[in-house]
């Protein structure tokens, strides 16, 4: 749970970008910062592996469209033109009746009975072909693989959630992440301001012997410490937001800009309830589920590999010159019957794997069952213990803030000196930011609880 997003002047993306992300338009020239719901929104159109991700899906559809359309008819335009040397022809054996009537008719030709041929094509056959295939029957088999590629694209559909859930998680971290460097960087500008002034106030009563060299000494070494943090804040600053700006693919000519607080927030946690909405609504449960389901249609389809078929064929061949007893123009039709009976034997092994692939898909689908309990009372168990350590820490800044209020009427009155109330402000600041980080954690540690159950980001 975050913090309202607070109004900052002119950075962040231009009004181009905040229509993109789906946001109301803005006037011309108006510019914003991206709160963590534009950033999701962002990555959710430009992050590259999710839209890869959204190809492979549109991949599946097609294929489950391919497979529905092997039920309607096939047509298919053959042609072929051949050329011999001679024509081909055939001897043709003469029955003993024709025989003698043509002795009668050639009595001086003796061998004309046995040198009768017919040419059986042209020399020259060709042939033109429009042929149509119509499946009438296929014992499942077209069913089975319609079936199949829809089982793989819901697996297609499951697996792109995941990846989803994955990818919003990382840009939560990161956009939490760029929260804590800016809030970090922001103490320690304010540890380094208030060592300056320090080692000023050292100075300047050092100079009027009102103070010790030591102390002088103490002051620059206070100063000059706090510069090596400040340093590593701006760089952890400028590398979280490139870091964030990779991820949800911001491709902008403006620097990217956030806006948001890391907020606490309490939450009350059953872990057996969080289980079983976990096993209901986590993406990767529902596939090995699914999973499971294209194993068990991938059996079906080699058990039915050997059965019969049957379509409906017919063609009719024009301009043709590839039999001598056939017309020119021929419409032709009947019933096809396919029927493997014997392939070697490659069945069998075939039916095994399968099988086997079914019983492996529901092992992992216990073992997966059995990691969810173990995962989502450890993401609890983190919860808790980073709220109490929060809880701890916050009393901690609290002590320090009463310190430095009483060492403030202290130096008031003349009690205490300027010095000890600066002192007791580092140790304020100090206290701060790691009550940041704790506070951090315990946002980290619910973001990653929500992704454990299958809860998009800020719905736990």
């Known amino acids: 749970m975050r913090g309202k997003p607070k109004a900052r002047a002119l950075r962040s993306i231009t009004a181009i970008g905040a229509a993109v992300l789906g946001a109301a338009p803005a006037l011309a020239g108006e510019i914003r910062p991206l709160t963590l719901d534009d950033c999701l929104a962002y990555a959710d159109r430009h992050n590259l592996d999710l839209r890869i991700a959204y190809t492979q899906l549109e991949v599946s559809g097609a294929h489950v469209r391919e497979a529905g359309a092997r039920y309607l008819p ?33 009595p001086n030709q003796p061998n004309l009975s046995s040198n009768f041929t017919v040419e059986t094509t042209p020399q020259n056959p060709s042939d033109m072909k429009l042929a149509v295939s119509q499946p009438l029957f296929t014992s499942g088999k077209l069913y089975t693989t319609l079936q199949l590629r829809r089982d ?24 939490d992440e760029l929260l804590l460097a800016e809030e970090g960087g922001a103490l320690n500008e304010d540890v380094a301001m208030l060592t300056a002034t320090v080692r000023g106030d050292a100075e300047h009563r050092f100079a009027a012997q009102a103070a010790s060299r030591m102390e002088l000494l103490e002051a620059e070494s206070a100063h000059t410490r706090a510069q090596l943090p400040l340093l590593r804040a701006r760089e952890d600053v400028r590398l979280r937001r490139d870091t964030l700006a990779h991820l949800i693919g911001w491709s902008e000519d403006t620097p990217l800009e956030i806006a948001g607080a890391l907020v606490f927030a309490a939450v009350q946690l059953d872990a057996d309830a969080l289980v079983k909405r976990a096993l209901v609504d986590r993406p990767d449960v529902q596939l090995v589920q699914q999973q499971i389901a294209v ?37 032709s039709g009947g019933i096809v019957l396919s029927w493997p009976i014997l392939e070697g034997g490659t069945i069998v092994p075939r039916v095994q794997a399968a099988r086997l692939a079914v019983e492996e898909a529901m092992l992992r689908r216990e073992q997966l069952r059995a990691n969810v309990g173990f995962e989502v009372r450890r993401a609890v168990t983190a919860v808790t213990v980073a709220e109490d350590a929060y809880r701890t820490q916050q009393r901690v800044v609290d002590t320090a803030r009463e310190r430095v209020r009483v060492t403030e009427a202290g130096v008031g009155v003349g009690t205490a000196a300027p010095v000890a109330l600066a002192n007791e402000r580092l140790a304020l600041l100090d206290a701060r930011l790691a009550e940041a980080q704790l506070r951090f954690e315990h946002v980290i540690a619910r973001a990653r609880l929500a992704r454990v159950v299958g809860a998009p980001p800020g719905k736990l």
């Open 74 to 106: 096939s047509l298919s335009l053959d042609g072929y033109y051949t050329q011999y040397d001679t024509a081909p022809t055939q001897a043709v054996t003469l029955s003993p009746q024709i025989q003698r009537i043509l002795q009668r008719l050639a």
């Open 152 to 175: 793989e694209q819901r697996v297609g559909a499951l697996q792109e959630r995941g990846l989803h859930a994955d990818v919003l998680l990382a840009v939560e971290e990161s956009f």
């Open 295 to 331: 194993r068990e249609r991938e059996l079906t389809a080699v058990q039915l590999a050997g059965t019969p078929s049957l379509s409906l064929v017919g063609a009719y061949e024009f301009v043709q010159r590839a039999r001598n007893d056939l017309p020119e123009n021929v419409l």
